[in-house]
């Protein structure tokens, strides 16, 4: 780099009125640079990888905002008329699509479809308890609309399991039992085929009674009728042995109610894992199955007076 200076005398305006000598001194200095290039000594750069902007997730939402221990004479686990009221209607849709199916097939001399019919809404109907199970176990909160209810229900459940045994039969059925009647209730009204009201008379009812399988799930041998008991060492009914795998860490297995048929095949090939992964990676959403569990996971059995109160 070289610097070139010039300095230039110029009088200054009160030399030019008084006639006074005071030069003022002006410098313009010029620059000028040379620069070389030197090759790059890494001849195998590394490349510049530009990566999408991670999105902030926002953790699952609590499950139970103020969580207050139920009692015993707890008003929210008994039946109002209102309950009964739907869980007679839903009953009544049922027996009334079974009684067609079976009266259509008497009359057509066909019987193996529809008995096929319904064992296949059995089964499916162990299948949508399953999937309905894992997404209000994961997703959701007391606010979601139409299904807010039923996943602080559930979510409560988590916490207090056996409430689910203190709820009388209406109060734990009628939330089901009235999907099943604006469901089924058409069904009946239009359909005359043998095939589909046995698919539809098992399915439905199998579904609205899940519940109530549920509730025998958590109970105690020794309480409960030895038929059920019987129904549910055969598989037809899900054991307590098989859903109390649900209420252990790390709350992620055998979320099917009905028959737990297909615990099985879901756990061992992660199918519900897999559904998480999708909804995280297509949507952000978290489910609550990820997080570590918290108190509001952790079980708290019943009392010594509430034991002994039975």
């Known amino acids: 780099m070289s610097i070139l200076t010039q300095a230039k005398l110029h009088p200054s305006l009160q030399h030019q009125l008084h006639t006074s000598h005071s030069p003022i001194l002006r410098t313009a200095v010029h620059c000028s640079a040379a620069t070389t290039t030197k090759p790059n000594p890494n001849p195998n750069p590394k490349k510049l990888v530009l990566e999408p902007p991670i999105r902030r997730l926002e953790p699952p939402p609590p499950l139970l905002p103020n969580p207050t221990r139920p009692q015993l004479n707890d008003p929210s686990l008994l ?11 839903g009953c009544t849709t049922v027996l009334v699509s079974l009684a067609k199916s079976i009266t259509c097939a008497a009359n057509s001399h066909m019987w193996a479809e529809p008995i096929l019919a319904g064992l296949v809404g059995y089964v499916l109907a162990d299948l949508g308890s399953g999937v309905y199970h894992w997404g209000i176990d994961n997703y959701g909160g007391a606010s979601t609309p139409i299904f807010g209810a039923q996943i602080e229900a559930f979510q409560g459940h988590h916490k207090w399991p056996w409430t689910i045994t203190r709820r009388e039969f209406a109060n734990n059925l009628h939330a089901l039992a009235r999907v099943v009647t604006f469901i089924v209730l058409p069904i009946d009204l239009v359909c005359d085929d043998p095939i589909v009201n046995g698919f539809v008379a098992v399915c439905s009812g199998s579904i609205m009674f899940s519940q109530q399988f549920h509730a025998w799930a958590h109970g105690t041998k020794s309480r409960l009728p030895p038929l059920v008991v019987a129904l549910q060492d055969f598989g037809v009914l899900v054991s307590r042995s098989q859903h109390s795998a649900h209420h252990r860490e790390p709350y992620n297995n055998n979320y099917c109610i009905v028959s737990g048929v297909w615990n099985e095949f879901l756990d061992k090939h992660k199918v519900f894992e897999a559904l998480e992964m999708i909804l995280f990676f297509k949507q952000g959403v978290r489910p609550r199955s990820w997080s570590e569990p918290s108190s509001e996971w952790t079980e708290e059995t ?9």
């Not at 008329?81 to 209607?89: G, K, N, T």
């Not at 019943?302 to 039975?310: I, K, N, R, Y």
């Open 79 to 89: 039946s109002t008329w209102s309950h009964r009221a739907w869980v007679a209607s």
């Open 302 to 310: 019943e009392t010594t007076s509430q034991l002994t109160a039975q």
